[in-house]
């Protein structure tokens, strides 16, 4: 989905559009896909929450095989060899039980995300990184 200001439809505190694209491949009825790249802040850590609510706003998460869309999923396996669902928390952030101070865990991105972000032509890593990065069927 894109999103360029906060969206509390998707249960998140806010989402953060980064880039948008439109591929000259049909994929189900149209003659061309487009996709999103953005980032989102969830409000909690619940099971599902960002997958199952941007599938409830029918822009499901490419490689999500319980609410994303088969069709998408398919054309991302075979034309970029995507197998995995593309959504990865690069960082989180809480309390820490012992000390009652806060904890930040930052993960780097791997070389799958690297073709992502080359498809999209962009870098997140020039703007604020501690977010979570999805991509979705527009």
């Known amino acids: ?55 409830h706003l029918s822009h499901p998460l490419v490689g999500d095989t319980i609410y994303g869309d088969g069709a998408h999923n398919r054309f991302f396996r075979e034309k970029y060899e995507m197998r995995q669902l593309l959504l990865r928390a690069h960082s989180l952030e809480f309390m820490n039980p012992m000390s009652g101070g806060p904890m930040k865990i930052q993960a780097h991105w791997r070389g799958d995300w690297h073709r992502i972000f080359d498809l999209f032509g962009v870098c997140p890593f020039s703007q604020a990184t501690d977010s979570n990065a999805t991509v979705g069927n527009v």
């Open 1 to 55: 989905c894109w999103l360029s200001r906060p969206y509390p439809g998707a249960g998140c505190r806010s989402g953060t559009f980064l880039a948008q694209i439109e591929l000259p491949f049909p994929v189900g009825r149209y003659a061309t896909t487009r996709y999103s790249l953005m980032k989102a802040n969830p409000h909690t850590g619940r099971m599902h929450q960002i997958r199952r609510h941007f599938a």
